[in-house]
């Protein structure tokens, strides 16, 4: 069963931001909202709603189904691959074709 708790949504938007080479600042201001707000959502105080999904799907890649469950099928091949890079290998799971 899928980790859907704050803090790993949090997390995997911090994986995603990270494998894109991007600080939390300039992901904020990309996203245009405060480093505060987007500081509560990657620290897992609130779940991003849909339109914040939706936003950071078209900057990243990253689907509403990676950050909600953790689903790395859907992805783009080049972020799958730096997410599963970047985790232990026990964590890792295969990326679909």
Same mark, same amino acid.
């Given at each position: 069963?899928?980790d859907t708790?704050?803090?790993?949504?949090g997390r995997r938007? =911090?994986?995603v931001?990270?494998?894109?080479?991007l600080h939390s600042?300039?992901?904020? $201001?990309?996203?245009?909202?405060? #480093?505060?707000?987007?500081?509560?959502?990657e620290r897992? $105080?609130?779940?991003?709603p849909?339109?914040? !999904?939706a $936003?950071?799907?078209? !900057? #990243?890649?990253? #689907?509403?189904?990676? =950050? !909600?469950?953790?689903v =790395?099928?859907?992805?783009?091949?080049? !972020?799958?691959? $730096?997410l599963?890079?970047?985790?232990?290998s026990s964590?890792?799971?295969?990326v679909?074709?």
């Amino acid at each position: 069963m899928p980790d859907t708790s704050n803090e790993a949504i949090g997390r995997r938007l =911090i994986a995603v931001r990270e494998a894109r080479g991007l600080h939390s600042s300039a992901m904020a $201001r990309m996203m245009d909202m405060s #480093t505060q707000r987007w500081g509560g959502y990657e620290r897992g $105080r609130n779940v991003p709603p849909p339109m914040v !999904l939706a $936003r950071f799907w078209q !900057l #990243t890649g990253a #689907t509403s189904d990676y =950050i !909600l469950f953790g689903v =790395i099928a859907g992805l783009p091949m080049d !972020l799958a691959q $730096r997410l599963q890079a970047s985790q232990p290998s026990s964590d890792a799971r295969p990326v679909a074709s």
